[in-house]
């Protein structure tokens, strides 16, 4: 053994769990409460285009991280995929090249 152990069921689930957190981020709508300062202080003049500004600025930096963490868990369960995949190879090729007990030698 190298010192680790890869469980791929978990490394599969990781990822599926990343990505059900990156599209809720993505769902956040943390700038409706920017969008009603100008509703909520009239008159508040430089205040209110500001609002504006950091709602903008709020909805796409929680789409964008959403993004970048739902490619994240899309990546881990690709990887869980590859290992899996790999591992199976390797079994078979073992098994190709190892005498079964009662087979040929």
Do not use: C, F, N
Request: proline share 5%; no cysteine.
């Amino acid at each position: 053994m190298s010192g680790y152990e890869v469980v791929i069921e978990e490394l599969e689930q990781r990822g599926r769990d990343a990505i059900e957190v990156g599209e809720a981020t993505k769902r956040i709508e943390l700038a409706e409460h920017a969008d009603a300062i100008p509703e909520l202080l009239p008159g508040a003049g430089e205040t209110a285009s500001e609002a504006a500004t950091l709602s903008e600025h709020w909805e796409r930096q929680l789409r964008d991280l959403g993004g970048r963490v739902a490619t994240y868990g899309d990546e881990i369960v690709g990887a869980a995929e590859r290992y899996e995949a790999d591992e199976e190879a390797a079994a078979e090729e073992l098994r190709l090249h190892i005498p079964q007990p009662g087979g040929p030698v």
